[in-house]
């Protein structure tokens, strides 16, 4: 937390600028900061080249363009998977909850967003502009974008909306434990949680209590 960057000339910021040669983050949360730059600008990562995992922002994100709460950027052999973001997300184009541009191809899975996403072109609830790999269980709230990805609809980006009355009825905590594209829940994954009539989401740590059913 506390992390304040305001750089409008150099591209690739974030808490990581840019991750390269297959790096992993795991585990990692950012709050209470704010991020500006020019182009691929992110919480956790700026452009990233390698694998996001269990990873949320709470932060305020800003730039031009590929702007993401997790990431501005990721390349084709990223690896993206149960993530989310509350923070407020803003740019030109490719602008993302989640991802600003993505060429993962192993695509984007079991993610949400609930923070506010604005821009001028190609934006979107998960993900601004997506040119490989299918969103796999991923929600974003209304409200917070027209689309969950930029440059597709929802029905064809597998992207699904839901309400803050969903969101604090534990619906999508629930839907993103019940994760079931796998024969079981990925051992490395941790488990979502949430205050109880709360939209917002968060993992679980060692007294919480898992949302395995809807309420």
Same mark, same amino acid.
């Given at each position: ?50 694998? #996001? $995992? @269990?990873?949320? =922002? *709470?932060? &305020? !994100?800003? +730039?031009?363009?590929?702007?993401? %709460?997790?990431?501005? /950027? ?33 695509? #984007? $899975? @079991?993610?949400? =967003? *609930?923070? &506010? !996403?604005? +821009?001028?072109?190609?934006?979107? %609830?998960?993900?601004? /502009? ?54 079981? /829940? ?30």
């Amino acid at each position: 937390s506390g992390l304040y960057i305001n750089n409008t000339k150099i591209n690739g910021q974030g808490l990581f600028g840019i991750a390269r040669n297959g790096a992993t983050i795991k585990n990692l949360g950012l709050t209470q900061s704010y991020i500006k730059g020019p182009d691929d600008v992110g919480g956790i990562a700026g452009a990233m080249y390698g694998d #996001i $995992i @269990n990873c949320y =922002n *709470t932060a &305020t !994100i800003s +730039g031009k363009d590929n702007i993401g %709460g997790l990431a501005g /950027y990721i390349e084709t052999t990223s690896n993206f998977s149960n993530s989310y973001n509350s923070g407020k997300i803003s740019g030109n184009s490719y602008v993302g909850g989640l991802i600003g541009h993505s060429r993962a191809t192993k695509g #984007i $899975i @079991n993610g949400c =967003n *609930t923070g &506010t !996403i604005s +821009g001028t072109a190609t934006v979107g %609830g998960v993900v601004g /502009y997506n040119i490989a790999g299918t969103m796999t269980n991923c929600y974003y709230q209304t409200g917070t974008a027209a689309s969950g990805l930029g440059n597709a609809d929802d029905v064809t980006s597998k992207v699904a909306v839901k309400t803050a009355s969903a969101f604090a009825a534990g619906e999508v905590v629930y839907l993103l434990n019940q994760y079931a594209v796998q024969t079981e /829940y990925p051992e490395d994954w941790r488990y979502w949680t949430q205050k109880p009539g709360e939209t917002g989401v968060s993992f679980t740590g060692s007294s919480a209590q898992v949302v395995n059913k809807k309420i």
